[in-house]
Structure formats: C-alpha cells, structure tokens
C-alpha cells in the first residue's frame, strides 16, 4: 500500500493551497481516509476525514469552514482544499488510509494503519 501527498508550498495568510493523495488501495470505497498534520515541536493532529462512500466527512473546529476534504474514487486519491490559510496552519499534512467499512469514518490517529511520507505547507503573516 502506497500513500503519495503532494501539493504542499509556501503561502502568505489569507492564501490557498489543495493538497492530494494518490492511493494505492483496493478497493478504494473500502477505505475510510484522513488528514492529519504535525508543527514542529508538536504532536500529530486531525485535520479531516471522509469515509469510503464519501457521504460522511468530519473537520477539526481549527479548520472548518476553511477546509473541505473530497475523494475522486477513480482517480483512487483524495484532496484537501485549504483556503483562508493562517500562519497557525504550518505543518507537514500526512494523509491516512484505513480498510472499514464504506460508511465508517475515522478520527484519530491510531485508527488509521496506513500513512503517507507527508508534504509541508507554511503560511507566513
């Protein structure tokens, strides 16, 4: 199983940035799928997930409103779109794959067996 992030870039706040997860999973509707992220000097943190069906999506209260988590089930890959960025929202952004059911999700860190390398994004002021 392979987890590939992208997308990640330096932003001033206020900006944009769409991360993506490129899935190696079979199936892929079978695979509830998160994002987390990690500052530097601090522990790794939920950010959003969507389960398999992807009629099911959750957000941390940091982020909500300015988050949006989506899947593309024929592209295997999922995304997070991040606007109105804030320098409070540098970190590197892990994505996360767990085999349940289509209507599951999952929210922390060890529900999740299956992890990307990561990608950095950093909001300057």
């Known amino acids: 199983v392979q987890l590939q992030a992208s997308g990640g870039g330096a932003v001033q706040a206020g900006g944009s940035l769409r991360l993506s997860c490129a899935a190696s999973?079979?199936?892929?509707?079978?695979?509830?799928m998160g994002w987390f992220r990690q500052a530097p000097g601090e522990g790794r943190e939920f950010v959003a997930a969507?389960?398999?069906?992807?009629?099911?999506?959750r957000y941390a209260d940091s982020v909500k409103g300015r988050f949006t988590i989506s899947r593309d089930s024929p592209k295997n890959a999922i995304y997070l779109q991040m606007n109105n960025l804030k320098p409070e929202d540098t970190a590197v952004y892990y994505c996360?794959?767990?085999?349940?059911?289509?209507?599951?999700?999952?929210?922390?860190?060890?529900?999740?067996?299956?992890w990307g390398q990561g990608t950095l994004v950093t909001v300057s002021s």
């Open positions: 999973l079979r199936p892929f509707s079978h695979h509830a």
């Open positions: 996360a794959a767990q085999w349940t059911s289509s209507t599951r999700i999952v929210l922390t860190t060890p529900g999740y067996k299956y």
């Open positions: 969507i389960s398999g069906s992807a009629d099911i999506s």
